[in-house]
C-alpha cells in the first residue's frame, strides 16, 4: 500500500513538509560520503527557514498540552488499555518539558553561526559551494566521516525537540482517524463534509494500481480525482475504477 496525505490547513501542511525533511536529513546524515553530508546540511538551512514561524513552538506546546488533558480524560475508563495511555502521556510530558527548554528562535544557534550561515550564503548559487568559493568547507568534507556526522548532530541537537513534539502531534492526529474502504467509480470521488473540520486526509491504495490521487477538499466537499503517468511521465486521466481506503483525521 501506498499513502498519500493532504493537509487541511497551513498548520499541518507546515509540521508535515518539516516532517519530510526530517526524513531526508536523517536518512543523509547517517550516510559517510561527504556529498551526502553535504546534503545534510542543507536539509538544516531548510529546516530553519519552514520552521521559521514565530509562533511554532507555542503552538505545538498548545497542542501537546490539549492531548495531554484530553487522554487524561481516559484514565478512568475500564476499556483503555492503561499501559499504552500512560506510555502516550509519559511521551507528551517529555516532549513538552524538552520543548520548552529550547531558547531563541528556532535555528538561532545555526544563525549565529558565521562559518554556517557562510555556506549557507554560498548553496542558495547554483554550483556556490564548490572548494575554490568555500576552501574550509572543502577542507571539512574530507574529515572522516564519523567526525563530520558527529558535528552535523552537534549543529542539529537544538531542533531535536521541535521534531518530537511534531511526531507526537503527527502520530495521534493520523491515529484518530478510521479507514473506510471505498471505490472512485471511473477512477472519480466526491465525500461531502457537511462542515466538519478536519485537519488531514489520508488515502491509502495498491501501489500495483499505478493510480495517483490528486486531492482537493474544503469543510463542505472532499474530491478526489486519480490519474496515471505514461511514458513521457504527463499525467492523464485514470481509466476504470480505483478501490482504496480512506481515513479523515481530526483530533
Not at 505545538?60 to 484530553?70: A, F, G, S, V, Y
Not at 568559493?133 to 572522516?144: I, N, R
Request: net charge negative; charged share 25%.
Amino acid at each position: 500500500m501506498i499513502v498519500y496525505e493532504y493537509p487541511f490547513n497551513e498548520r499541518i501542511r507546515t509540521l508535515l513538509r518539516l516532517e519530510d525533511l526530517y526524513e531526508k536529513f536523517m536518512f543523509f546524515v547517517q550516510q559517510d560520503h561527504p556529498l551526502q553530508h553535504h546534503a545534510a546540511l542543507a536539509t538544516i538551512y531548510e529546516i530553519i527557514d519552514v520552521a521559521g514561524r514565530a509562533d511554532l513552538k507555542s503552538d505545538l506546546l498548545q497542542e501537546l498540552e490539549r492531548q495531554k488533558q484530553t487522554l487524561l480524560g481516559f484514565k478512568s475508563n475500564p476499556n483503555v488499555e492503561s499501559e499504552r495511555l500512560d506510555a502516550i502521556l509519559s511521551d507528551i510530558e517529555q516532549a513538552s518539558t524538552a520543548l520548552i527548554k529550547v531558547q531563541g528562535k528556532t535555528g538561532q544557534q545555526i544563525r549565529e553561526n558565521e562559518w554556517l550561515m557562510s555556506i549557507r550564503g554560498r548553496t542558495i548559487i547554483p554550483g556556490g559551494a564548490s572548494d575554490f568559493d568555500l576552501p574550509s568547507y572543502f577542507a571539512w568534507q574530507h574529515w572522516p566521516a564519523g567526525h563530520r556526522r558527529t558535528d552535523i548532530m552537534t549543529w542539529f541537537a537544538p531542533l531535536e525537540p521541535l521534531f518530537s513534539a511534531i511526531t507526537i502531534v503527527l502520530r495521534l492526529l493520523r491515529e484518530s482517524g478510521r479507514a473506510t474502504h471505498v471505490v472512485a467509480a471511473n477512477g472519480s470521488f466526491q465525500q461531502m463534509l457537511q462542515g466538519r473540520t478536519y485537519q488531514i486526509v489520508r488515502v491509502s491504495l495498491d501501489e500495483q494500481l499505478g493510480a495517483i490521487p490528486e486531492i482537493s477538499a474544503n469543510k463542505h466537499v472532499l474530491w478526489i480525482r486519480f490519474m496515471s503517468q505514461g511514458g513521457d511521465m504527463k499525467p492523464k486521466a485514470f481509466e476504470g475504477d480505483v478501490p482504496f481506503e480512506l481515513s479523515l483525521c481530526n483530533f
